[in-house]
């Protein structure tokens, strides 16, 4: 069965920075690539990053790009999101997803519970 | 870049059927994947490839995919279908995920 458990949420102010991480175990970490979607307090779904499985192409929407930066670790099956000049548009639950294959396809098969980031002074 | 635009709620009696729909431009020459999210929980794959359902996911649900618009069609709609439903796509000319705004599916 396949398990995402995000961590590493909490309350940042303005202008920090923090890591967020999402352990995965029931399936090869290293052939499937992953993403983050975050969504904000009563609002939709927004993608924002995503890496293949080697770690070798990385994607993020323009909203994040140059502040947020994804990247994995297959030996510890982990995948992380570090997040930098934390503004208070970015509170959010932030989701990471698996994703079908080894290249990034864009369809989050499964799903973690998801960690809460919180911007605020 | 490229958008989605979905009607923010659908409602329907028990029963009948319920069709969300999801455009965007020649939205028929992309794979289009649908996600079902209900209160305090993290989203859930009921449709992929535009009609291709996962195990464990009822043929109750199914999807199209032609011109510009997708759809979702929900036949006989249960108390247990309210949710809210994304659409999404991979956006191969600027490398992104693409998500809809969402529909709130309201079982009256």
């Known amino acids: 069965e396949v398990q995402l458990l995000e961590s590493g949420g909490g309350l940042v102010q303005p202008g920090g920075s923090l890591r967020v991480s999402c352990a995965a175990s029931g399936f090869t970490f290293r052939n499937y690539a992953m993403s983050w979607v975050r969504q904000a307090p009563g609002k939709g779904l927004e993608w924002i990053s995503a890496?293949?499985?080697?770690?070798?192409?990385?994607y993020y929407a323009d909203s994040v790009k140059g502040r947020f930066t994804i990247s994995r670790d297959n030996s510890k099956k982990t995948l992380y999101l570090r997040v930098n000049s934390l503004r208070d548009e970015d509170t959010a639950v932030y989701y990471c997803a698996k994703d079908r294959a080894v290249a990034v396809a864009g369809l989050s098969e499964d799903w973690g519970q998801g960690t809460l980031v919180t911007v605020s002074s | 870049s490229y958008v989605l635009t979905q009607p923010p709620s659908v409602s329907v009696a028990p029963g009948q059927t319920a069709r969300i729909t999801c455009e965007g431009n020649n939205i028929g020459g992309k794979s289009v994947h649908w996600y079902q999210q209900k209160p305090g929980q993290a989203p859930v794959l009921v449709v992929y490839d535009d009609s291709d359902r996962p195990s464990g996911i009822p043929e109750r649900l199914s999807g199209s995919n032609s011109g510009n618009t997708a759809t979702l069609t929900i036949n006989r709609v249960e108390a247990g279908d309210e949710a809210d439903y994304y659409c999404?796509?991979?956006?191969?000319?600027?490398?992104?995920?693409?998500f809809g705004g969402g529909t709130k599916l309201t079982v009256l």
């Open positions: 890496i293949s499985g080697s770690g070798g192409s990385t």
């Open positions: 999404q796509v991979w956006d191969s000319s600027s490398d992104h995920v693409v």
